[in-house]
């Protein structure tokens, strides 16, 4: 069983991905919508809410960890991943080789504050190629959007068309480095024009599930999907089924769970 977490509903754009790449695996899917959004958080609140997520899939059953948050990923580069007993694969690192892949030498990073505050992408890029152009930019706006399912709205289209002026003119393309964002691309793909490619790292991290499941030993299973939330079950129920559709080998369901500090909801 493959686990991934979120702080909300940016990472069934990971759970596509995955589930479309691995039909029968078994999926637990964590969404922290008691905390979200990340990108608002200070980094020792980040990195106490990675260690109650991964400890909390773990309890869970999975038998490897599909990161399907930026922001902890960014945390846990500059502070550390927890300790595990399974594997856990990091998205900046699929991020990084999806822009390696399509040779690319200029790229804007739009991602959550904390994630832009970290530095992690430019540093995960450039390690990879020294001369790589990165120009890294905080869109706090649009988590908050993609919670509230005003996706489709002009303020939504506003909103990314507003972050997008902070791309330089020169980009080859914009590495969407917020689950969240994807959900948004209609808005991106208008707002850059034809010049600037977007890249969606869910599709590497995906490809990349694929092996580790099969490195677990669990990529086959019953295709059933788990999804939990922090926050509202009800609410969550309506939203996933927003988001992907009918499903009737999905579950749904609230837990509470148990952070070194009571952070509850705001
Ligand atoms: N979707 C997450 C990410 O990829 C976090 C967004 C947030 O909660 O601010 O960074």
Known sequence: MLG????????????????????????????????????????????????????????????????????SCAV?????????????????????????????????????????????????????????????????????????????????????AEVCEGVPADCEAVLLACTHFPVLDAHFAAALGPKIARIDPALVQAERAVALAIEAGSARGNGGTRCVTTGDGARFAEQLAMMLGPDPSRTSEAVRLEYGKDRTAR
């Open 76 to 160: 846990a580069q500059r502070h550390g991943w927890p300790p595990s007993r399974v594997r856990i694969l990091d998205l900046i690192e699929s991020a990084a080789l999806a822009v390696m892949r399509r040779g690319i030498r200029n790229v804007a990073v739009i991602a959550t504050a904390a994630t832009v505050r970290t530095g992690a992408y430019g540093s995960a890029l450039r390690a990879r190629e020294p001369g790589m152009q990165v120009a890294e930019i905080a869109a706090p706006a649009l988590v908050p959007l993609v919670e509230a399912g005003d996706i489709e709205s002009d303020r939504a289209r506003r909103a990314v």
């Open 4 to 71: 991934l977490f979120d702080s909300g509903l940016g990472g069934l754009t990971v759970l596509r991905a995955v589930r479309a790449m691995l039909p029968d695996e078994e999926i637990v899917f964590l969404a922290d919508q008691a905390h979200v959004p990340y990108g608002d958080r200070s980094e020792e609140e980040l990195v106490e809410l990675l260690h109650a997520n991964i400890a909390w899939l773990e309890g869970a059953g999975a038998d490897a960890i599909v990161m399907a948050c930026n922001t």
